[in-house]
């Protein structure tokens, strides 16, 4: 494949997944303000209202999107490379469930009046969080998801987890089973960054319906993660 041809691959994808969180953001809104509205606040430290832009609320939204936003991709890269059900059923799975929670995310945003991108750095929100006193993640495991300066992000991976765009290239050129076990390597590994971020934002975020989320993320990916330890067994190979 040219350099041209896939350029122009990664720029057809690049707007279907984002229109994909996009529309997902709208349609999910209204259940969204309805849960927040309506959830029990009691859990934790008591919210004190309508999270600011530095809030550990909205650094976790805006970094978690982004980081999902990239499974998206992988998965539909991977549904066109193989013909294998098992790693399609995964692929979708995984599609479905993250752009969905990507909406969320950015639904409540939306709700709070904050933009969804910021000038600040990824993981900006966990050392604010530390700054602000807030107890929680200990200073090696903020080094260690990037809120300590640790992870330098380079050739699109911008956190801890995800693929760069070479990685992301080599899947695209890939068939057949070594596409499976490529996507399954650079889908635990980015898992893996996933819970990393989920479990401090259970740790630092006050809304108790966000916090619920990320739990719910920790729970989720970790399963996946086993079950493509799993995958990839079954193929001759490791993540």
């Given at each position: 494949?040219?350099?041209g041809?896939?350029?122009?691959?990664?720029?057809?994808?690049?707007?279907?997944?984002a229109?994909?969180?996009?529309?997902?953001?709208?349609?999910?809104?209204?259940?969204?303000?309805?849960?927040?509205?309506?959830?029990?606040?009691?859990?934790?430290?008591?919210?004190?209202?309508?999270?600011?832009d530095?809030?550990?609320?909205?650094?976790?939204a805006?970094?978690m999107?982004?980081?999902?936003?990239?499974?998206?991709?992988?998965?539909?890269?991977?549904?066109?490379?193989t013909?294998?059900?098992?790693v399609?059923?995964?692929?979708?799975?995984?599609?479905?469930?993250?752009?969905?929670?990507?909406?969320?995310?950015?639904g409540?945003?939306?709700m709070?009046?904050?933009?969804?991108?910021?000038?600040?750095?990824p993981?900006?929100?966990?050392?604010n969080?530390?700054?602000?006193?807030?107890?929680?993640?200990?200073?090696?495991?903020?080094?260690?998801?990037?809120?300590?300066?640790?992870?330098?992000?380079h050739?699109?991976?911008?956190?801890?987890?995800?693929?760069?765009?070479?990685?992301l290239?080599?899947?695209r050129?890939?068939k057949?089973?070594?596409?499976?076990?490529?996507?399954l390597?650079l889908m635990?590994?980015?898992?893996?960054g996933?819970?990393d971020?989920?479990?401090?934002?259970?740790?630092l975020?006050?809304?108790s319906?966000?916090?619920?989320l990320?739990?719910?993320?920790v729970?989720?990916?970790?399963?996946?993660?086993?079950?493509?330890?799993?995958?990839?067994?079954?193929?001759g190979a490791?993540?």
């Open positions: 494949m040219s350099d041809t896939t350029a122009v691959g990664r720029a057809s994808r690049q707007p279907l997944v229109g994909i969180a996009a529309a997902l953001a709208l349609l999910t809104l209204v259940t969204v303000a309805v849960l927040w509205l309506t959830s029990d606040r009691s859990e934790g430290t008591t919210d004190t209202g309508t999270p600011k530095t809030s550990a609320e909205a650094g976790f805006r970094d999107s982004v980081h999902h936003q990239q499974a998206v991709e992988m998965s539909f890269i991977v549904r066109d490379r013909t294998d059900d098992e399609r059923r995964l692929a979708f799975d995984i599609a479905s469930t993250q752009a969905t929670q990507a909406g969320m995310l950015q409540w945003l939306d709070w009046g904050l933009d969804k991108t910021s000038e600040d750095p993981m900006t929100w966990m050392k969080a530390s700054s602000n006193g807030m107890e929680g993640m200990d200073h090696g495991s903020m080094k260690g998801m990037g809120g300590g300066g640790a992870y330098k992000p050739d699109g991976s911008l956190m801890p987890g995800m693929a760069t765009n070479t990685q290239d080599e899947l050129k890939a057949g089973k070594a596409a499976e076990v490529l996507y390597k635990t590994a980015h898992h893996k996933g819970v971020m989920a479990k401090g934002a259970v740790e975020v006050k809304d319906t966000e916090k619920h990320a739990r719910t993320m729970q989720g990916q970790q399963s996946e993660i086993q079950l493509m330890a799993d995958m990839l067994k079954a193929r490791s993540a």
